[in-house]
């Protein structure tokens, strides 16, 4: 598995703005799908769920089959003022927190990090590089966004990079995360439509509509977060078709000098 890269991938919907309508393969409880990249060389990617143990269980089973190198790829909740929804991020390092604890960090790996950013600004597309987070639970208001970023200065906020940088830094393997934000810094995301989300992903419907009826007024929060959500999809798109669509040039990188 030496000439194979790893992908932790938390939501399906992430996974189809990547791969589009892929067939993916039932690996224990997970799904995996294997791609070929260029020259022989593979992708291989878990389908996650949402979450830090997910990720750590994800990232696990990819570490056990030798992979050169890990990542994460998905949305976040954005907390830089100056990040609006589909604003990309590379990561340079993920912190962990824990409510107002500010836990463990890692680094990922610089010339990863070094090669994926000047990919996607010299092609045109408006990338930062910069620290991010990650929470077991989640960020949900306006205030708790501001301080995190006042805190940490990470520029977004996910539930499963640092669980992906803690096994990848045990292991001795390169790791790297590229993020797009979804809810922008000053948006909040309804309690009621964190709680009818399923560990996957996926919208309990009758849960939802439930909290519909009690408050209407969240259908008009729920079409904002969709177009957010919609516009960083597309912004996952363009940065994986950029950057990594055929993985040459991180193996360039990770080649043995």
């Given at each position: 598995?030496?000439?194979?890269?790893?992908?932790v991938?938390?939501?399906p919907?992430?996974?189809?703005?990547l791969f589009?309508?892929?067939r993916?393969?039932n690996?224990?409880v997970?799904?995996?799908?294997c791609?070929?990249?260029?020259?022989?060389?593979?992708?291989?990617?878990?389908?996650?769920?949402?979450?830090?143990?997910?990720a750590?269980?994800?990232?696990?089973?990819?570490?056990?089959?030798?992979?050169?190198?890990?990542?994460?790829?998905?949305?976040?909740?954005?907390?830089?003022?100056?990040l609006?929804?589909?604003?990309?991020?590379?990561?340079?390092?993920?912190?962990?927190?824990?409510?107002?604890?500010?836990?463990?960090?890692?680094?990922?790996?610089?010339?990863?990090?070094?090669?994926?950013?000047?990919?996607?600004?010299?092609?045109?597309?408006p990338?930062v590089?910069?620290?991010?987070?990650?929470?077991a639970?989640?960020?949900?208001?306006?205030?708790?966004?501001?301080?995190?970023y006042a805190?940490?200065?990470?520029?977004?906020?996910?539930?499963?990079s640092?669980a992906?940088?803690?096994?990848a830094a045990?292991?001795?393997?390169?790791?790297?995360?590229?993020?797009?934000?979804?809810?922008?810094h000053?948006?909040?995301v309804?309690?009621?439509?964190?709680?009818?989300?399923?560990?996957?992903?996926?919208?309990?419907?009758?849960a939802?509509?439930?909290?519909?009826c009690?408050?209407?007024?969240?259908?008009s929060?729920?079409?904002?977060l969709?177009?957010?959500?919609?516009?960083?999809?597309?912004?996952?798109?363009?940065?994986w078709r950029?950057?990594?669509?055929?993985?040459?040039?991180?193996?360039?990188?990770?080649?043995?000098?």
């Amino acid at each position: 598995m030496s000439d194979v890269l790893g992908l932790v991938v938390a939501l399906p919907g992430e996974a189809k703005a990547l791969f589009g309508k892929s067939r993916w393969q039932n690996w224990g409880v997970r799904k995996i799908l294997c791609r070929p990249l260029s020259e022989g060389k593979e992708l291989l990617c878990v389908l996650a769920g949402v979450g830090v143990q997910n990720a750590a269980f994800a990232a696990k089973l990819l570490l056990e089959r030798g992979v050169r190198a890990v990542g994460v790829v998905g949305v976040s909740g954005g907390t830089a003022p100056e990040l609006g929804a589909g604003g990309l991020i590379v990561a340079d390092g993920v912190q962990q927190i824990d409510g107002e604890k500010a836990g463990p960090s890692w680094e990922t790996a610089p010339e990863l990090a070094e090669l994926l950013w000047a990919l996607l600004n010299s092609s045109g597309v408006p990338t930062v590089r910069g620290p991010i987070a990650t929470s077991a639970s989640p960020v949900l208001s306006v205030h708790q966004k501001s301080a995190i970023y006042a805190r940490t200065n990470a520029l977004a906020i996910d539930m499963e990079s640092s669980a992906v940088a803690c096994a990848a830094a045990r292991a001795g393997c390169p790791f790297f995360a590229l993020r797009a934000v979804c809810d922008p810094h000053d948006r909040a995301v309804p309690k009621e439509l964190s709680d009818a989300l399923s560990e996957t992903g996926a919208v309990r419907p009758a849960a939802l509509l439930r909290s519909l009826c009690r408050r209407p007024s969240l259908f008009s929060e729920i079409i904002a977060l969709r177009s957010d959500f919609n516009a960083a999809l597309g912004a996952l798109e363009t940065g994986w078709r950029i950057s990594l669509a055929n993985g040459e040039p991180l193996f360039r990188v990770l080649s043995p000098k």
